[in-house]
C-alpha cells in the first residue's frame, strides 16, 4: 500500500528549518520560523523558566494524568493574563481556560468544537493569514473562507475593504482574528479599528476566534490585550487561543490554552465540558512540563516581575532590529521606502519581496524567508545586518 504513496510537499515555514540546518555556508541567516533568537543568534531560555524548572524538579512527587483540560491553576492563571484579572468575565466565572499543547493545539481543538457543534459554520480568516490556519481547520473538516486585510500599496491595514467584508459574512460564522502582531504582515488595527471590528462582530452575531500567539510582543501584555477587550465590551461570547511558545520562550515544551468567555457561568461550564469532548479523543490529556512552568511563573509576584522584565528585552531587541534594518537598507543606497518596517509589531514584516527575490536570497546568498516575503525581523542582529542588507540590496537591483 504504500508504493502509492506520493511524497508530500515540505511545510513552507518548518521545512526552511530543515534546508536551513542542511545548508553548509557560515554566512547563513535565518529569517524564516517565527523563533526569537538573541544578539548572539541563539534562542535562549528565560532565566525566569530555569528558574521555575528548577523548583518544579525539587517539588515534583508525581508524573500522573492531568485533568481533560489540564491544571485548574494553570487555566485560572492564563485566564487572568488574558484577560486581566479585574475583567468582570473572569471575576463572574464566564471564562474558561483548557490547556492545549501549543497555540497549535488550542487551534485544532477550536476547529474540533466549531465542528462538533456548528457543523455548518465557515471561519474567515484575514489574508494572508498564518498559512496553518486554513491547513488546521480543514483538517478539523470546517470550511475557510477570507477577508481582506493588507493594502500592498501602503503596507497598512485595508481596513474599508476589511470592514466590508465583514459586515457581510453570514451570521453564525466565526471570524478569525489575530489578538496582536498580526502574522504574517506585522500590522494590526489601531483601537478606534478594533472598536469598528468589535460592533460589527456584535451586530451580525459572529463568534470571534481570537489567535494570542504573540501577546507582550507588541506593547505590553495588557496593551496587546487592547483588541481583545474591545470585543469583550460589546458581550459577545469569544474563543482564544493562546501560545505561550513566543512570549516565555517554551516553543519546544508545546505549551498554549483554548480559553472561552460566555454569556453566562453555566454555559462556560457546558463549552468546557464539549471542549473536553474533543480533547478526549485528540490527544485524551495535556503534557504537563510547559504548563507547569508558566503557573510556576505567574503564581509568584518576582518570578513574574523577572519574566515581564525579559519579554520586555525581547521586544527591544526587535524594534532595535527594525530600526537598523531600515537604516541600514537606506544606507545601501536603495531607492524604496522600508520605513513602514520600523512601524509594524511581533517578530515578523511582509517586506514586499516577491517568491523569486526570497528564492534568490536563498540560493544565492543562503538568507532564508518565509516564499511569501514574511521575514522574522528577530533573526537579524547587528553582526549580520550588513551582509543581509547588502544582499537584498543585491535582488532588488
Ligand atoms: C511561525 O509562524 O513561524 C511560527 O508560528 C511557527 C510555526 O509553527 O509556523
Redesign the pocket.
Given at each position: 500500500m504504500f508504493e502509492s504513496i506520493a511524497l508530500a510537499p515540505s511545510d513552507p515555514?518548518?521545512g526552511l528549518n530543515d534546508a536551513f540546518a542542511k545548508d553548509a555556508n557560515p554566512e547563513k541567516i535565518n529569517l524564516g520560523?517565527?523563533v526569537f533568537q538573541d544578539a548572539s543568534g541563539t534562542t535562549p531560555i528565560l532565566a525566569c523558566v530555569k528558574e521555575a524548572e528548577r523548583r518544579l524538579v525539587a517539588g515534583e512527587t508525581s508524573k500522573g494524568y492531568l485533568a481533560i483540560s489540564g491544571s485548574p491553576q494553570y487555566g485560572r492563571q492564563v485566564a487572568k493574563l488574558v484577560f486581566g484579572a479585574d475583567h468582570p468575565a473572569v471575576a463572574e466565572g464566564r471564562v474558561a481556560t483548557a490547556h492545549t499543547p501549543g497555540g497549535?493545539g488550542g487551534l485544532r481543538v477550536a476547529a474540533d468544537f466549531i465542528k462538533h457543534n456548528f457543523p455548518v459554520a465557515k471561519i474567515w480568516m484575514s489574508e494572508p493569514t498564518?498559512p496553518?490556519h486554513p491547513t488546521v481547520s480543514r483538517a478539523a473538516g470546517v470550511e475557510t473562507a477570507t477577508y481582506p486585510y493588507f493594502d500592498a500599496a501602503t503596507n497598512g491595514l485595508a481596513f474599508d475593504k476589511l470592514l466590508a467584508a465583514m459586515r457581510e459574512i453570514p451570521q453564525g460564522d466565526v471570524l478569525l482574528l489575530h489578538g496582536c502582531c498580526h502574522?504574517p504582515t506585522g500590522v494590526d488595527p489601531t483601537a478606534e479599528q478594533w472598536s469598528a471590528i468589535a460592533d460589527v462582530v456584535d451586530q451580525r452575531g459572529l463568534l470571534p476566534l481570537v489567535d494570542f500567539?504573540y501577546q507582550g510582543f507588541g506593547t505590553s501584555i495588557v496593551e496587546d490585550a487592547a483588541g481583545l477587550r474591545a470585543l469583550l465590551d460589546t458581550g459577545v461570547e469569544l474563543l482564544v487561543v493562546s501560545s505561550f511558545s513566543k512570549n516565555f520562550g517554551l516553543y519546544n515544551e508545546r505549551v498554549g490554552a483554548l480559553s472561552l468567555v460566555a454569556r453566562s457561568a453555566a454555559a462556560a461550564a457546558a463549552v468546557l465540558s464539549q471542549v473536553k469532548v474533543c480533547i478526549r479523543a485528540n490527544y485524551s490529556n495535556p503534557p504537563s512540563h510547559g504548563a507547569a512552568i508558566v503557573a510556576t511563573i505567574l503564581a509568584d509576584a518576582a518570578l513574574t516581575a523577572q519574566w515581564q522584565q525579559e519579554l520586555a528585552a525581547m521586544r527591544d531587541r526587535i524594534n532595535a532590529m527594525r530600526k537598523l534594518f531600515v537604516e541600514t537598507l537606506a544606507a545601501k543606497g536603495i531607492d524604496r521606502d522600508f520605513s513602514f518596517i520600523s512601524q509594524q509589531r511581533g517578530m515578523f514584516s511582509f517586506s514586499g519581496l516577491t517568491r523569486e527575490q526570497v528564492e534568490r536570497l536563498k540560493s544565492d546568498y543562503a538568507i532564508y524567508a518565509v516564499g511569501s516575503g514574511r521575514i522574522n525581523v528577530a533573526g537579524m542582529t547587528e553582526s549580520n545586518m550588513d551582509r543581509l542588507c547588502a544582499a537584498i540590496a543585491a535582488v532588488l537591483r
Amino acid at each position: 500500500m504504500f508504493e502509492s504513496i506520493a511524497l508530500a510537499p515540505s511545510d513552507p515555514i518548518l521545512g526552511l528549518n530543515d534546508a536551513f540546518a542542511k545548508d553548509a555556508n557560515p554566512e547563513k541567516i535565518n529569517l524564516g520560523v517565527g523563533v526569537f533568537q538573541d544578539a548572539s543568534g541563539t534562542t535562549p531560555i528565560l532565566a525566569c523558566v530555569k528558574e521555575a524548572e528548577r523548583r518544579l524538579v525539587a517539588g515534583e512527587t508525581s508524573k500522573g494524568y492531568l485533568a481533560i483540560s489540564g491544571s485548574p491553576q494553570y487555566g485560572r492563571q492564563v485566564a487572568k493574563l488574558v484577560f486581566g484579572a479585574d475583567h468582570p468575565a473572569v471575576a463572574e466565572g464566564r471564562v474558561a481556560t483548557a490547556h492545549t499543547p501549543g497555540g497549535t493545539g488550542g487551534l485544532r481543538v477550536a476547529a474540533d468544537f466549531i465542528k462538533h457543534n456548528f457543523p455548518v459554520a465557515k471561519i474567515w480568516m484575514s489574508e494572508p493569514t498564518w498559512p496553518n490556519h486554513p491547513t488546521v481547520s480543514r483538517a478539523a473538516g470546517v470550511e475557510t473562507a477570507t477577508y481582506p486585510y493588507f493594502d500592498a500599496a501602503t503596507n497598512g491595514l485595508a481596513f474599508d475593504k476589511l470592514l466590508a467584508a465583514m459586515r457581510e459574512i453570514p451570521q453564525g460564522d466565526v471570524l478569525l482574528l489575530h489578538g496582536c502582531c498580526h502574522n504574517p504582515t506585522g500590522v494590526d488595527p489601531t483601537a478606534e479599528q478594533w472598536s469598528a471590528i468589535a460592533d460589527v462582530v456584535d451586530q451580525r452575531g459572529l463568534l470571534p476566534l481570537v489567535d494570542f500567539a504573540y501577546q507582550g510582543f507588541g506593547t505590553s501584555i495588557v496593551e496587546d490585550a487592547a483588541g481583545l477587550r474591545a470585543l469583550l465590551d460589546t458581550g459577545v461570547e469569544l474563543l482564544v487561543v493562546s501560545s505561550f511558545s513566543k512570549n516565555f520562550g517554551l516553543y519546544n515544551e508545546r505549551v498554549g490554552a483554548l480559553s472561552l468567555v460566555a454569556r453566562s457561568a453555566a454555559a462556560a461550564a457546558a463549552v468546557l465540558s464539549q471542549v473536553k469532548v474533543c480533547i478526549r479523543a485528540n490527544y485524551s490529556n495535556p503534557p504537563s512540563h510547559g504548563a507547569a512552568i508558566v503557573a510556576t511563573i505567574l503564581a509568584d509576584a518576582a518570578l513574574t516581575a523577572q519574566w515581564q522584565q525579559e519579554l520586555a528585552a525581547m521586544r527591544d531587541r526587535i524594534n532595535a532590529m527594525r530600526k537598523l534594518f531600515v537604516e541600514t537598507l537606506a544606507a545601501k543606497g536603495i531607492d524604496r521606502d522600508f520605513s513602514f518596517i520600523s512601524q509594524q509589531r511581533g517578530m515578523f514584516s511582509f517586506s514586499g519581496l516577491t517568491r523569486e527575490q526570497v528564492e534568490r536570497l536563498k540560493s544565492d546568498y543562503a538568507i532564508y524567508a518565509v516564499g511569501s516575503g514574511r521575514i522574522n525581523v528577530a533573526g537579524m542582529t547587528e553582526s549580520n545586518m550588513d551582509r543581509l542588507c547588502a544582499a537584498i540590496a543585491a535582488v532588488l537591483r
